[in-house]
């Protein structure tokens, strides 16, 4: 989708101008990853208009192959507005006084192109070629079509390439939670990785007992990683491995894309078969790029960098702390600095 922020801080109602950017969780992993210096394909519908121009121009941009995206001269692509701050994981959450304000989201996305996708629509053996295919909750929220494409390309088949699913729970795009419970829940069982919060966990499928139980939920998986906000985020395999590791101390510019952006450094990290721990480490350091910039995408610290810095020991990780303009490959840039 293009997406549009405000050009000062407050409510929807009360802004007088947007700024154009690009959104959606699949495509701001394709180009975390592309700028990491991976081969990536994006594969979607746009309408033929100018934000689809634009949208597919923005990614190309990034070294993302687009030459899978199709074209829908009958439907529009996809737009939304949102401001800053987190996004609610319920329908009835509400800000505690103490933490950043929720965002407000809203989406213009019925009938868009990117709902139009299926199995009919969307060339599957393309969706099936690379090493790792990626896919998102969200899409399986668009259409009963979307949601067929999703379960065509995550079912059982020789020569499968690992799936990664992001679990990436909307309350604003499944009007019935039970249903988005079932759903979610047959789609992560299906793939080899599962990224979900532990607020998601809670939400759509009624598990509260930390990670441990959130594995418990999905025994088919190879792998199940839990985020945990602020805290860290644990990696549970199948063989009952456990690694956890905690969450940098960031100075937060806005809270957007980081959860896409963990995905792509974790996923980074697998493709040149690291250890879960950095793997782990890896996604913190991308969350951490995505973090200290106001939109959804930033420029990923270089490898070498990122490396060293998923090297450290686990006193000088407890201390790193990441500000603005930590991912800047000038030498001149600010340095993390430990927060004590």
Not at 212 to 235: D, F, M, S, T, Y
Request: glycine content about 10%; proline content about 7%.
């Amino acid at each position: 989708m293009v997406t549009f922020l405000p050009t000062v801080p407050g409510p929807l109602a009360d802004v007088p101008a947007f700024e154009r950017g690009i959104g959606g969780a699949e495509s701001n992993l394709a180009c975390t990853l592309a700028r990491a210096g991976h081969r990536v394909r994006w594969i979607s519908r746009v309408g033929e208009d100018g934000f689809g121009t634009h949208l597919v121009r923005a990614i190309a941009a990034c070294g993302v192959d687009t030459g899978g995206v199709r074209h829908d001269d009958r439907r529009p692509t996809g737009i939304y507005f949102r401001t800053a701050g987190e996004r609610a994981v319920r329908k009835d959450e509400r800000a505690a006084a103490e933490a950043a304000p929720l965002a407000e989201v809203v989406y213009y996305r019925a009938g868009s192109a990117a709902s139009a996708m299926s199995p009919a629509t969307m060339d599957v053996p393309a969706l099936l070629a690379g090493r790792i295919l990626h896919v998102s909750g969200i899409t399986a929220a668009l259409s009963a079509g979307c949601l067929a494409l999703l379960r065509e390309v995550t079912a059982p088949r020789p020569g499968r390439p690992l799936v990664s699913f992001d679990v990436n729970y909307r309350v604003s795009l499944w009007p019935d939670a039970a249903e988005a419970g079932d759903v979610l829940r047959v789609l992560a069982d299906a793939s080899d990785l599962v990224f979900v919060g532990e607020d998601e966990a809670a939400v759509a499928w009624g598990v509260t007992g930390g990670p441990e139980a959130i594995r418990a939920a999905l025994p088919k998986p190879a792998l199940v990683v839990v985020k945990q906000g602020a805290h860290g985020a644990v990696a549970l395999g199948a063989d009952g491995s456990r690694d956890f590791v905690p969450a940098l101390t960031v100075d937060v510019v806005a809270p957007v894309g980081a959860g896409d952006a963990f995905a792509a450094g974790f996923l980074s990290a697998t493709l040149r078969a690291l250890p879960v721990r950095d793997r782990l480490r890896h996604g913190h350091l991308m969350a951490a790029a995505a973090l200290t910039v106001p939109g959804d995408l930033a420029v990923p610290p270089s490898r070498e960098r990122a490396d060293r810095l998923a090297a450290l020991d686990d006193t000088a990780w407890g201390t790193l702390r990441l500000g603005p303009g930590w991912t800047d490959a000038d030498p001149r840039a600010q340095e993390e600095v430990p927060t004590r």
